[in-house]
């Protein structure tokens, strides 16, 4: 009886040993910490720290390449609340003929809310984008429900095509090129070679200021 006890513990023992070991093991091979960077890599795919809305270029460069045809389209998210042609009646919204380039809450057979009311300022290209893009921001309290058009491609194209119906905008012109790195690293450099022959100049103007002539021996005394 002792002996065949003796078996099982020294089998269970064993397993246990095994068991730890083969854990150890795992460990070791496949680690439990967590990796600096999660995922792979996609070709073609930004991070979202990288990308995303807050890289989006200036409107006007969108404005570049709008198109009153894709702006119909987008407006068709439009046509529950507002009409668009010259003399459209106003729906939950106003009618839209002639809001581009005039003032916010132009409209004197509207009731907008005090939020739109108490706004200010004029519909530009950059003003309705940011309405378009998100109109509870731009004016916090109104009544509007609409979510906003988050591309600002969607939002180039139905700004020109509202602008065809009674606007008075022009188009904008291209936003200035933003310098490649490149050539920025490369004005840092020569502004630092700049700064370097300034400082040889310096130092070679004190020497030569050191060695000017004696001045003349003063006069005899009376």
């Known amino acids: 009886?002792?002996?065949?006890?003796?078996?099982?513990?020294?089998?269970?023992?064993?397993?246990?040993?095994?068991f730890l070991g083969a854990t150890l093991v795992t460990h070791e091979i496949f680690g439990g910490e967590?990796?600096?960077?999660?995922?792979?890599?996609?070709?073609?795919?930004e991070e979202e720290t990288k990308g995303g809305a807050a890289a989006d270029r200036p409107i006007a460069f969108y404005m570049q390449s709008a198109?009153?045809?894709?702006g119909a389209d987008v407006y068709r998210k439009c046509?529950?609340?507002?009409?668009?042609?010259?003399?459209?009646?106003?729906?939950?919204?106003?009618?839209?003929w002639g809001t581009m380039g005039n003032t916010?809450?132009?409209?004197?057979?509207?009731?907008?809310?005090?939020?739109?009311k108490n706004h200010g300022g004029r519909w530009d290209w950059e003003t309705m984008s940011q309405w378009l893009a998100s109109p509870?921001?731009?004016?916090?309290?109104?009544?509007?429900?609409?979510?906003?058009?988050?591309?600002a491609?969607?939002?180039?194209?139905?700004?020109?095509?509202?602008?065809?119906?009674?606007?008075?905008l022009t188009l904008p012109p291209p936003?200035?090129?933003?310098?490649?790195?490149?050539?920025?690293?490369?004005?840092?450099e020569a502004g630092a070679n700049a700064s370097a022959g300034n400082e040889a100049g310096a130092n070679t103007a004190a020497p030569a200021a050191n060695t000017a002539a004696p001045a003349a021996p003063a006069p005899a005394g009376h």
Not at 34 to 45: D, E, F, Q, S, T
Not at 67 to 70: E, K, S, T
Not at 153 to 168: I, K, P, S, V, Y
């Open 1 to 18: 009886m002792d002996g065949r006890f003796n078996t099982i513990a020294g089998w269970v023992l064993g397993a246990g040993i095994v």
């Open 34 to 45: 967590r990796p600096a960077k999660m995922g792979y890599p996609l070709n073609g795919v």
């Open 67 to 70: 198109d009153a045809g894709r």
């Open 79 to 96: 046509e529950g609340c507002h009409t668009v042609a010259n003399g459209g009646a106003n729906g939950t919204g106003p009618n839209l």
């Open 104 to 116: 916010v809450a132009h409209r004197g057979d509207f009731a907008y809310s005090d939020a739109l």
């Open 136 to 151: 509870s921001s731009f004016a916090p309290g109104t009544r509007m429900t609409f979510g906003g058009l988050s591309s």
């Open 153 to 168: 491609q969607d939002r180039a194209d139905l700004m020109l095509f509202l602008n065809q119906h009674g606007g008075t």
């Open 175 to 188: 936003p200035a090129a933003e310098p490649a790195a490149g050539n920025a690293s490369a004005g840092n």
